[in-house]
Every structure is written in C-alpha cells, then in structure tokens.
C-alpha cells in the first residue's frame, strides 16, 4: 500500500472515533429522554441516518482503498479518489446533523444538501475508481 493510502486509512481509522462518540449520544438522549429526540421524529430519524451513514461510508471508504493503489491512475487522479471517499462519510452525516440542529426544527434546513453533496463525491470516486479498474 502507498504511503498516501496508508495516511488516509489512519484518517478514517481516527473517524471511527467520531462515529462511536456519535453513537454514544445517540444512546444517552434515548436512555434521558432529552426533548427534542424522543418527541421530534425528524429530528430522531435524521440524526439516526447521520449515524448510520458515518459508519457505513467509513467502512467502504477504508474496504477500497487498496483499489486505489491497484488502478492504473496518476497520483493526482489517486489523490482526488481518496478525497472523494473521505469526504463523503463527513458531508452526509453533517447534512443530517446540522439540519435539525434545535430540538425544536421539525423540518430540515438547507444543510440537508450537504447529504447531497456527501452523495455525489461517493458516487463520484466509485465512478472514477471502478472505470479505472477496468
């Protein structure tokens, strides 16, 4: 694995960090009762999808970085690859968080397009890794 590679599974590998932290708040406003997450099932099922998408794309992210070092890309394509898959499990949950942020908001602000955005960088980089390694 290239060093590049390697530094980037070391980021991702801190996020996980983030994401059990996360999860250990997600736990401590059911286990409280904090209003405005048990009454507020917007803010309930976005903050739960924030969660659940951090993992995941943290996962994938880490899964096909050898893929990388495999296609038969320049260092800068590499680069914008990695970014890509970086990226994307911090926008999305970040659209999810920062959209219902008060406990009052019953519907999401215009940072839900953040999930948008997390979205296409994914769809971008497997787009980008899976032609190059063809």
Do not use: C, D, F
């Given at each position: 694995m290239s060093s590049a590679t390697l530094t980037t599974a070391g980021i991702l590998l801190v996020t996980v960090v983030a994401v059990a932290y996360g999860g250990l708040t997600l736990l401590t406003?059911?286990?409280r009762s904090r209003a405005?997450?048990?009454d507020n099932p917007v803010r309930r099922g976005l903050w739960t999808a924030g969660h659940a998408?951090?993992?995941v794309l943290v996962l994938f992210a880490l899964?096909?970085?050898?893929?990388i070092d495999q296609a038969d890309v320049s260092a800068g394509t590499a680069?914008?690859?990695?970014?890509l898959f970086v990226a994307a499990?911090?926008?999305m949950p970040l659209g999810f968080f920062?959209?219902?942020v008060r406990p009052r908001d019953t519907r999401p602000n215009k940072l839900i397009w953040l999930t948008v955005a997390g979205g296409g960088c994914l769809?971008?980089?497997?787009?980008?890794?899976?032609?190059n390694l063809l």
């Open positions: 406003h059911l286990a405005g997450y048990l998408h951090a993992g899964v096909v970085l050898p893929y680069t914008l690859i990695r970014s499990p911090i926008l920062l959209s219902v769809m971008a980089g497997a787009l980008l890794l899976g032609v």
